[in-house]
């Protein structure tokens, strides 16, 4: 069973780093594509970051030159590195398994969900 499990949101203020984890189990993290997407209040969810098995990654425009995404094989775990934080970077963020690259910041490529965790950035 494909488990999916996001830690590392807390508050900051701008200008600040974040980097969020997301644990995956139940299958080996490469296997799939994976996304990070974020959702604030009142708005739909958006990609943030995707990455293949061959390594490629994509990045939203507005997380350009500030977000990294990677992750651990050894540790079966998926990262986002949040540099730069800006208080619009504020929402719920979830990683994702099971999209690929020609749609990946589509939510619904995405087969499998994690819990989220919550991303504050004050002014």
């Known amino acids: 069973q494909v488990q999916l499990v996001e830690s590392g949101g807390g508050s900051v203020q701008a200008g600040e780093s974040l980097t969020l984890s997301c644990a995956a189990f139940?299958?080996?993290?490469?296997?799939?594509?994976m996304g990070w997407f974020r959702q604030a209040p009142g708005k739909e969810r958006e990609g943030v970051a995707g990455?293949?098995?061959?390594?490629?990654?994509s990045y939203a425009d507005s997380v350009k030159g500030r977000f990294t995404i990677s992750w651990d094989n050894a540790k079966n775990t998926l990262y986002l590195q949040m540099n730069s934080l800006k208080p619009e970077d504020t929402a719920m963020y979830y990683c994702?398994?099971?999209?690929?690259?020609?749609?990946?910041?589509?939510?619904?490529?995405?087969?499998?969900w994690g819990q989220g965790t919550q991303v504050t950035v004050s002014s």
């Open positions: 994702a398994a099971g999209g690929s690259w020609v749609r990946w910041s589509a939510p619904g490529q995405y087969t499998y």
């Open positions: 139940g299958y080996f993290i490469s296997s799939y594509y």
């Open positions: 990455m293949g098995s061959d390594g490629s990654k």
